[in-house]
């Protein structure tokens, strides 16, 4: 399976778009609006969150996910260190996703 994310962020709001594809090409796409303020980088990091969750309702066991966030991936895998408490925080939720 591939998850492909992706987080904005602006004055009116904030949200989310996911694309899930299966191995044999089904697709689910969703769009997620916010009903709290989130910088860009928070918002990059609800959609990561928000498709593993999708992902483990699905029951997928192979995920390859990927955004367009430097920070988020530079984070996740390792390149980047988490400096402020909430990027550490969600850096943690998603390594606990990861591996429950």
Not at 17 to 24: A, H, Y
Request: contains cysteine.
């Amino acid at each position: 399976w591939k998850l492909s994310v992706d987080g904005s962020s602006c004055l009116t709001g904030s949200g989310v778009g996911l694309v899930l594809t299966s191995p044999d090409g089904w697709t689910l796409e969703y769009a997620l609006r916010f009903k709290f303020k989130a910088t860009n980088n928070e918002a990059e990091w609800e959609a990561l969150i928000a498709g593993l969750t999708i992902t483990k309702h699905l029951e997928v066991q192979r995920i390859e996910a990927s955004s367009d966030s430097q920070l988020v991936v530079g984070l996740e895998n390792g390149e980047y260190e988490a400096r402020e408490d909430l990027m550490m925080k969600y850096l943690s939720h998603f390594q606990g996703m990861k591996s429950g």
